[in-house]
């Protein structure tokens, strides 16, 4: 595809479901990103994937959260047991490499609301 | 891996006026990246500016990088309303992962 795609857009549950988050990163980037923006916030990083190496986990807020990457490319972000402080925008990110000089592509992000 | 701050957090002005945001940092750097948000989707990625340069130009950007004061500052010059965003700059040391502040959030007024 063109860009980092995710989906769904928009997400509403209800406290306590679990909730997958899809991103489609560049075909061919080994590094794939996920962060999380509340509402009027910055950027907080959650994890970390790079070619085969072990994710960066260290961002993940709590055991709730996990995620994969299938095959070096689809990545899914699974919150379990949602709570009303997981609403947030979930924006996944990928790039070419490791090099230091690559840009971070981003998709659109997919909003989720925990009633 | 280090996370930039950026100056000031809120930055309000007329269409026309020139926009300056800075970004300080703690540790050296390989190179320093800025990026844009628009209404809380994904970034866009303006400019990267290597440690050893110390200014850079694109179109009505322009980025200075101070690596003895560890500071970056990103000017928008000739300011339009569609500029009105928020702005990221996230400096990196080597491969490390890039991580991101809370912004600047510019408003251009028409």
């Known amino acids: 595809g063109a860009g980092v795609s995710q989906s769904p857009s928009n997400k509403v549950t209800e406290k306590g479901k679990d909730v997958e988050l899809r991103c489609d990163p560049i075909s061919g980037h080994t590094a794939l990103y996920w962060y999380r923006q509340s509402l009027g916030q910055g950027l907080e990083f959650l994890i970390y994937?790079?070619?085969?190496?072990?994710?960066?986990k260290s961002g993940l807020p709590s055991d709730r959260f996990s995620a994969e990457r299938t095959g070096g490319s689809v990545s899914t972000l699974t919150i379990q047991r949602t709570q009303q402080e997981d609403s947030a925008v979930y924006l996944c990110?990928?790039?070419?490499?490791?090099?230091?000089?690559?840009?971070?592509?981003f998709g659109p992000g997919t909003r989720l609301t925990v009633l | 891996s280090q996370q930039g701050e950026e100056d000031p957090q809120a930055l309000s002005i007329q269409e026309g006026e020139n926009a300056t945001m800075n970004c300080s940092y703690k540790t050296s750097i390989n190179n320093l990246q800025w990026y844009r948000q628009n209404s809380g989707r994904g970034l866009v990625h303006l400019i990267l500016i290597r440690s050893n340069e110390r200014e850079k130009h694109s179109g009505r950007l322009r980025v200075t990088l101070d690596t003895s004061k560890k500071s970056s500052s990103l000017l928008i010059t000739a300011s339009r309303a569609a500029d009105t965003a928020s702005y990221f700059c996230a400096p990196r040391r080597g491969s490390e992962k890039l991580v991101f502040g809370k912004g600047t959030k510019l408003t251009v007024n028409p």
């Open positions: 994937f790079q070619g085969n190496s072990a994710p960066d």
């Open positions: 990110a990928s790039s070419s490499g490791q090099g230091a000089y690559n840009e971070q592509f």
